[in-house]
């Protein structure tokens, strides 16, 4: 589950409780949200800029190889919702100073040591929930410690 307001992916294991990463998430306009599946993994993914992210952010390659200096970082999972891709993912960084902010395209990025950790207990298939802004878990403990008695 990812929780984009709260900056944070939960993988929730199965007696209920969960271990939490630390994410960067999309900036306002950018985020995706809704219901997927892991529809591949990679270890050291290329990346393909979009021609979205080609306007957004000024003039990039066509391809950069998976490696230390690929945004993409050690690993991705690739988010499929109605059995296509939705082009966004699951990865990881070479921007590990970023954790805790909303400034990617929408991909979520984690730590790379995180990704790892990840990508190793994820299987393809799973599913995975994003909530968007104001449905997440961050909203839900606030509105909790407001209450008085």
Do not use: F
């Not at 021609?51 to 945004?71: D, F, H, I, Q, T």
């Not at 590990?96 to 950790?117: K, Q």
């Amino acid at each position: 589950m990812v929780d984009t307001d709260g900056r944070y992916v939960y993988y929730v294991l199965p007696e209920g409780s969960a271990i939490r990463y630390g994410a960067i998430v999309g900036e306002d306009g950018q985020a995706w949200s809704g219901v997927a599946t892991v529809g591949r993994k990679e270890e050291w993914p290329g990346w393909t800029p979009t021609e979205g992210e080609k306007r957004r952010l000024g003039p990039l390659p066509n391809y950069v190889e998976g490696g230390a200096r690929n945004p993409m970082g050690s690993r991705a999972l690739y988010l499929y919702a109605g059995g296509k891709d939705t082009l966004y993912r699951i990865h990881g960084t070479n921007r590990p100073e970023y954790i805790g902010h909303a400034i990617s395209s929408g991909c979520i990025r984690l730590n790379n040591e995180d990704v790892i950790d990840l990508y190793s207990r994820v299987k393809t298939g799973a599913t995975v929930v994003v909530l968007g802004p104001k449905q997440g878990l961050s909203r839900v403990a606030s509105a909790d410690s407001s209450h008085s008695n």
